[in-house]
Structure formats: structure tokens, C-alpha cells
């Protein structure tokens, strides 16, 4: 289980700090595919808590009425179970 902080954004409020990104593109799939491939080494990372690293942030999705995702940055600040 993942303890998190939660700051989210609008579009009106962020301006040009937000972009759509479509399901089929290459890069934010492999992006994705690395992120699932590796979330445990940043669990061990994230216990391990070496002195040059900090700030542990994972990207979440949650549902939009119009049945899309709007993933959001969500700080890790406690983490039990490898989750």
C-alpha cells in the first residue's frame, strides 16, 4: 500500500503545463512499460532512502466523467507490502 500526497491541476489553471497524450503513442507506452517493469526497484529505492535521493512521486490515473483518465503526479510518502 502506497501512502500518498495528492496536487492536482486544471487545464484553465496550468496553461501550456498540460498535453494530451494519445493511447498509441510509442514513447509513453514504453515510457509505461518501464515504470511497470521496474516499480521494484523504486520500492527498494524508496526504502533504502540513500542520501542523494528524494522526493519519490508516481503518476496515477483517475476516471474523467467523459470516461477518459487524467493521470495525476501523487508524492510516495509511505509504502507497506511492495504496492
Not at 496550468?14 to 494530451?20: P, Q, T, V
Request: charged fraction near 30%; proline fraction near 5%; hydrophobic fraction near 35%.
Amino acid at each position: 500500500m502506497l501512502l500518498v500526497s495528492i496536487s492536482g491541476c486544471s487545464r484553465s489553471k496550468e496553461g501550456n503545463n498540460y498535453r494530451h497524450v494519445s493511447d498509441d503513442d510509442a514513447a509513453m507506452n514504453a515510457a509505461i512499460a518501464k515504470a511497470k517493469a521496474t516499480s521494484d526497484d523504486f520500492v527498494k529505492a524508496f526504502h533504502a532512502r540513500k542520501p542523494d535521493t528524494k522526493d519519490f512521486f508516481v503518476k496515477k490515473p483517475y476516471p474523467t466523467p467523459s470516461g477518459e483518465a487524467e493521470h495525476m503526479w501523487i508524492e510516495v510518502t509511505q509504502e507497506k507490502m511492495g504496492f
